[in-house]
Nanobody, 115 residues
């Protein structure tokens, strides 16, 4: 059973940076496409970054140029570097496979961006 744990959230001022990490209990990052997701208050969960098994990354226009996804396969860790944060980036951030697998949803980590 793979578990995904996402520490690293917090409170940051607009324009600031934060890096999130996601550690897996098994070696999945080199095999599966993985994603970072966020759920803002009152909104549906959305994908904010993805990385394929071969390392190809993709981010939506809403975070392009600000968010970078990366991974350390040896450490079974996925990262999300977030720069130039905006209040609308506030939400709970999760990692999961892409497309997501229900049993892999962890508790997520809260990111709050103050204006």
């Amino acid at each position: 059973q793979v578990q995904l744990v996402e520490p690293g959230g917090g409170l940051v001022q607009a324009g600031g940076s934060l890096i999130l990490s996601c550690t897996a209990s098994g070696s999945i990052f080199s095999v599966y496409t993985m994603g970072w997701y966020r759920q803002a208050p009152g909104k549906q969960r959305e994908l904010v970054a993805g990385i394929s098994g071969d390392g190809t990354t993709n981010v939506p226009d809403s975070v392009k140029g600000r968010f970078t996804i990366s991974r350390d396969v040896a450490k079974n860790t996925l990262y999300l570097q977030m720069n130039s944060l905006k209040p609308e980036d506030t939400g709970v951030y999760y990692c999961n496979r892409l497309p997501p697998v229900q049993r892999y949803w962890g508790q997520g980590t809260q990111v709050t961006v103050s204006s």
